[in-house]
């Protein structure tokens, strides 16, 4: 989760910053964003791209004053599958979705 000490961290922002650094991450390829559908999450954004032998997906929303996050990586060989990808991705979601919001920000002095 992405937070801020005071007031909200807005979605753009973080949609921002996960894009950018996928498009100029030195060994990335295949960048794509989308607006998926995330069941009981009114606006969700998703970031995937081949890193190195990774497959890599990124799905964010804005949950209150924070952006939840979930980042998901999976090893790319012959035998590999989207499918499984996919399936990983959206448990990871799952998880997310079911996890506690309330995580305690450390407050600065």
């Given at each position: 989760m992405l937070?801020?000490?005071?007031?909200?961290?807005p979605l753009a922002w973080a949609?921002?910053?996960?894009l950018a650094g996928a498009i100029n991450a030195s060994k990335t390829?295949?960048?794509?964003?989308?607006h998926p559908n995330v069941t009981g999450v009114p606006d969700a954004f998703r970031v995937?791209?081949?890193?190195?032998l990774s497959q890599q997906a990124i799905v964010l929303w804005q949950l209150g004053d924070d952006?939840?996050?979930v980042v998901v990586a999976?090893?790319?060989d012959p035998n590999a599958s989207m499918a499984a990808h996919e399936a990983r991705v959206a448990d990871a979601i799952a998880a997310?979705?079911?996890?506690?919001?309330?995580?305690?920000?450390?407050?600065?002095p």
């Open positions: 937070a801020l000490p005071q007031g909200q961290l949609e921002e910053f996960y390829n295949n960048v794509k964003s989308s995937d791209a081949l890193n190195d952006v939840r996050i999976t090893h790319v997310a979705l079911a996890a506690s919001p309330g995580i305690p920000v450390p407050s600065t």
